[in-house]
């Protein structure tokens, strides 16, 4: 069966340091990606989303960044964290275009203070 | 901008009721998800319902849909305090675009 990790689950950090959080997702191959933010008491919004090795599509300009260096491995990067960095980080993958089921993970909590 | 857009916000219920959330969209769709958030976790696929199905059931939960409307409503029956959860709808091909979801709250 299909599992998706997604770490840490909380996270504080100072403004202005770096970030790096990665989802790695098992038992299928070439999955569709997702990274999405979600304020609190609101609904998702998408990052980034990835198709392939190397596929990036940036949905929202902003002081973050993605990579997928591995087919089931997407990581979400910033160089200088901003307080409105803040927020739940959701990754999600999907297989079926069409249907586009997504199956997230459990989400960091992040706390840029 | 939000494709989805739930109603109600907030809702609060007693066990045993039945709950109904209604979505929103605005462009054409091939299909519509419905998603489950418990509190600080992720999301849950819930249910499908394509743009040719007019109602769809699974278990305690009846989806409809009215592409004429672009709107479509998630009905939970006999609900239970295990039902509290935030639940939204979703559309999109490749990517989806989430509405702001509406918050349900079961009271035992």
């Known amino acids: 069966s299909q599992t998706i990790h997604q770490w840490p689950a909380t996270l504080v950090q100072p403004v202005g340091s770096p970030l790096s959080l990665e989802c790695t997702v098992e038992?299928?191959?070439?999955?569709?990606l997702y990274w999405y933010r979600q304020a609190a008491g609101r609904g998702l919004q998408l990052l980034f989303y990835?198709?392939?090795?190397?596929?990036i599509s940036s949905e929202v300009p902003q002081n973050l960044s993605a990579s997928r260096p591995q087919d089931r491995q997407f990581i979400l990067s910033s160089k200088k964290l901003l307080l409105s960095d803040s927020g739940f980080y959701l990754c999600?993958?999907?297989?079926?275009?069409?249907?586009?089921?997504?199956?997230f993970g459990a989400g960091t909590r992040l706390s840029v203070l | 901008s939000q494709q989805g857009e739930e109603d109600p916000q907030a809702l609060s219920i007693q066990e045993g009721e039945n709950a109904t959330m209604n979505c929103s969209y605005k462009t054409s769709i091939n299909n519509l998800q419905w998603y489950r958030q418990n509190s600080g976790r992720g999301l849950v696929h819930l249910i499908l319902?394509?743009?040719?199905?007019r109602e769809k059931h699974s278990g305690r939960l009846r989806v409809t849909l009215d592409t004429s409307k672009k709107s479509s409503s998630l009905l939970i029956t006999a609900s239970r305090a295990a039902d509290t959860a935030s639940y939204f709808c979703a559309t999109g091909f490749q990517k989806l675009v989430f509405g702001t979801g509406t918050r349900l709250l079961v009271s035992p």
């Open positions: 999600a993958w999907s297989w079926d275009s069409a249907k586009n089921i997504q199956y």
């Open positions: 038992g299928t191959s070439n999955p569709n």
């Open positions: 319902i394509r743009s040719n199905e």
């Open positions: 990835s198709v392939g090795i190397g596929q």
